[in-house]
């Protein structure tokens, strides 16, 4: 590992300001998690290191007047996990930082860094894309809003400029009668990375789903969603039929590889699996 420079922001400006005179050359760390064993092993050589443990708006879970749920980027998943907050009202969100690696990792690991690490693979990312979520980034400019279903751009590359940030996540209220699950697939139970992970989201009014969302990761380039499938839900009773329309229909808009976890089709049958699975589920907690 080569040497670098280090910052301390104590401030979300003063982090900004460092970033629009040296972004190029910088990389934001909080858990450090990913960050430390790319740098050890040579996959990134920054000139410096930002570290954002000093600036407290990262860090935050706050609840928005009923309306919501603001998520710092550098929280961590044990916090998202066990946070009172997140599982009331946003368990899956708490399911799939539950997943993350160990209790050790968990510690340490954060939204942020999962997220912008941007693997196809990111537990973290397909409920909170179910559950439509914004990313709040700040920049030079000020800040600005891009819906996380548009936040990945490709493997290991996301919307962020190299003079931006992640602040926080902004995670609107599901509202009555909605209910979501994460599920994933690995080949061991734990410290492993998801073959496929599916995360469903209803809403019911009247006893008709109003909203659908399914997204899907470890199948594209970038984590997705299943529009045709979520459509197929919507302005209708669910029943065990639609959900199983549906869970096909979620096949159709993945787009998986073979690699050594895994073949292509192997993936397309999980998708089917997990995605009725979790509809299923989804469906059960709208009631509860």
């Known amino acids: 590992m080569r040497r670098f420079d280090l910052a301390l922001p104590t401030s979300l400006d003063e982090c900004v300001k460092i970033l629009a005179e040296r ?17 050890k092993n040579g996959v990134v050589r920054p000139g410096l290191v930002v570290d954002l443990s000093g600036i407290a708006r990262v860090h935050q879970i706050q609840g928005v007047n009923g309306r919501g749920l603001r998520i710092g980027a550098a929280v961590t998943a044990r916090d998202l996990e066990v946070s009172p907050a997140v599982r009331a009202g946003y368990l899956a ?11 050790q990792v968990r510690n340490l ?41 548009e936040f990945f751009t490709g493997v290991r590359k996301t919307v962020l400029g ?25 080949p061991r139970r734990e410290l492993d990375i998801a073959v496929v992970g599916v995360a469903s989201q209803l809403t019911l009014v009247d006893g008709r789903c109003t909203k659908a969302r399914i997204a899907l990761a470890a199948v594209a380039p970038t984590p997705i969603r299943a529009a045709l ?10 029943t065990p039929e639609s959900i199983e ?18 073949s292509a089709e192997f993936r397309r049958h999980l998708v089917r699996v997990l995605t ?13």
């Open 229 to 238: 499938a979520e459509r197929s839900l919507e302005d209708q009773p669910v």
């Open 93 to 103: 969100i708490a399911e799939s930082a539950a997943l993350i690696g160990s209790l």
């Open 245 to 262: 329309r549906a869970a096909a229909l979620a096949v159709e808009a993945a787009a998986p590889i073979s690699d050594q976890r895994g």
């Open 23 to 39: 972004g190029g050359q910088a990389k934001l760390v909080a858990g450090g998690t990913d960050l430390l064993p790319q740098m």
């Open 162 to 186: 190299p003079d931006e940030l992640l602040v926080e996540l902004s995670v609107p209220a599901p509202g009555r009668h909605s209910g979501g699950q994460y599920l994933r697939h690995t």
């Open 276 to 288: 009725r699975r979790t509809l299923t589920t989804a469906l059960q907690r709208t009631s509860a």
């Open 109 to 149: 690991a954060t939204v942020g860094g999962n997220l912008c690490n941007a693997a196809p693979s990111a537990d973290m990312a397909p409920p909170l894309i179910a559950l439509d979520a914004e990313a709040v980034i700040a920049g030079p400019k000020g800040e600005r809003r891009v819906p996380m279903a």
